[in-house]
């Protein structure tokens, strides 16, 4: 198993560009997640998708949109990039159904837009 | 769900049981305790959980006090590798969200 994978590692954007950032899981999971990490800061929740088919706002979803395309793989769209938004995003998806809902995150994609 | 508090950072010896509080005193009947930690750069990594009772893995020991107010991770026996920033968070399992609200966590130095 791979787990959580992310693309890309790392992207520099010029302010107005629009990206994706592609997440994708291969253990089954039923709900993934979008969190953006600041320096210095704990994680904040951007987007999450209890399930395929559906998403959710989470903290923070200003100047984000998501899609779950199926069950393995959520993405992140940057539509207009701003400053604000260099930050290294993290994909999460939990583990099956029951207790302790272990969350498994990705390596990250760190994102400077200048 | 409820919220914790817990120091910015400690410093532990190489080799040295390392013990990391959490208050989280607001904590409901049924909401849990996890601890997650983040070695630099990296993506978190779930390290254990409890409700009401001690806990033990491979990893690491939880100890929940008896008003659940509190707790404290114990890494036995630290590393180097295990210099990381440790999250405490408590959560409940209802609903179908299963979101995990991240503070700033402590920055544990494990030092040679």
């Known amino acids: 198993n791979a787990g959580v994978t992310q693309t890309p590692k790392f992207q520099v954007l010029k302010t107005g560009q629009s990206m994706t950032l592609q997440c994708a899981q291969d253990?089954?999971?039923?709900?993934m997640y979008w969190y953006r990490q600041d320096p210095g800061m704990g994680l904040r929740l951007i987007y999450y998708?209890?399930?395929?088919?559906?998403?959710d706002k989470g903290e923070v979803p200003n100047g984000y949109n998501v899609s779950r395309l199926n069950k393995r793989e959520f993405s992140l769209r940057l539509e207009s990039a701003a400053p604000s938004q260099t930050s290294v995003y993290f994909c999460?998806?939990?583990?099956?159904?029951?207790?302790?809902?272990?969350?498994?995150f990705g390596p990250g994609t760190r994102l400077t837009v200048t | 769900d409820a919220k914790t508090t817990q120091p910015p950072s400690m410093d532990c010896a190489e080799g040295r049981a390392a013990n990391l509080p959490c208050n989280h005193s607001?904590?409901?009947?049924?909401?849990?305790v996890y601890w997650y930690r983040q070695i630099h750069s990296q993506g978190p990594q779930y390290i254990i959980h409890g409700l009401k009772n001690n806990e033990t893995n491979e990893m690491a020991s939880l100890i929940i006090t008896e008003d659940r107010k509190s707790s404290t991770l114990i890494l036995p026996h630290a590393t180097l590798r295990d210099t990381a920033v440790y999250y405490c968070?408590?959560?409940?399992?209802?609903?179908?969200?299963?979101?995990?609200?991240f503070g700033t966590g402590t920055l544990l130095a494990v030092q040679p």
């Open positions: 607001t904590i409901s009947g049924n909401e849990y």
């Open positions: 998708s209890a399930s395929e088919g559906t998403t």
């Open positions: 999460a998806s939990i583990r099956a159904s029951s207790i302790p809902y272990e969350q498994y």
């Open positions: 253990m089954n999971h039923n709900s």
């Open positions: 968070i408590v959560r409940s399992t209802g609903g179908a969200t299963n979101k995990l609200i």
